[in-house]
């Protein structure tokens, strides 16, 4: 057996603080808790919800892999729980998604949706006095 000198404790020590260092380095670029984006520290659109987008996600399609799907959200903080009387689109805004499908930063496609209330009976707040079978159903307030 030779002796342990003092080149081999220090290259023994080396190894130990790179694995320490290592160990440390991996431990730090580990995932963090993500939290949602604070909507209502925005001050010009707090008081607005129907003109706040949240979120927007777009993923490639199961079933058509070479389609994408996206699925957007406006409207924070509001939960399906807490329906039947959900805010209501704005009459007055233009709900756009821009799709650049080249990378150049520049959109190529705009999906857009306006929407207009009209309501058959003021008499309810339901949007439905029964089953809805087409988008002129008499049901359909």
């Not at 927007?56 to 957007?72: C, D, E, G, I, Q």
């Not at 207009?116 to 079978?133: A, E, K, Q």
Request: proline share 7%; no cysteine; net charge negative.
């Amino acid at each position: 057996m030779r002796p342990i000198t003092g080149s081999h404790r220090t290259a023994a020590a080396m190894t130990a603080l790179g694995g320490v260092l290592i160990t440390t380095g991996l431990i730090g670029l580990g995932g963090q808790g993500a939290t949602a984006s604070s909507h209502r520290e925005a001050p010009l659109i707090a008081g607005e919800p129907q003109y706040d987008n949240t979120d927007v996600y777009a993923f490639r399609s199961p079933n058509r892999r070479k389609t994408v799907t996206l699925a957007a959200n406006w409207i924070p903080f509001e939960e399906p729980a807490g329906g039947p009387n959900f805010y209501p689109w704005a009459n007055d805004a233009r709900y756009s998604i821009h799709v650049d499908n080249d990378g150049d930063a520049v959109r190529d496609i705009t999906f857009r949706w306006t929407f207009d209330d009209h309501y058959r009976s003021r008499n309810t707040i339901l949007y439905n006095n029964g089953p809805v079978t087409s988008l002129n159903d008499p049901n359909l307030n």
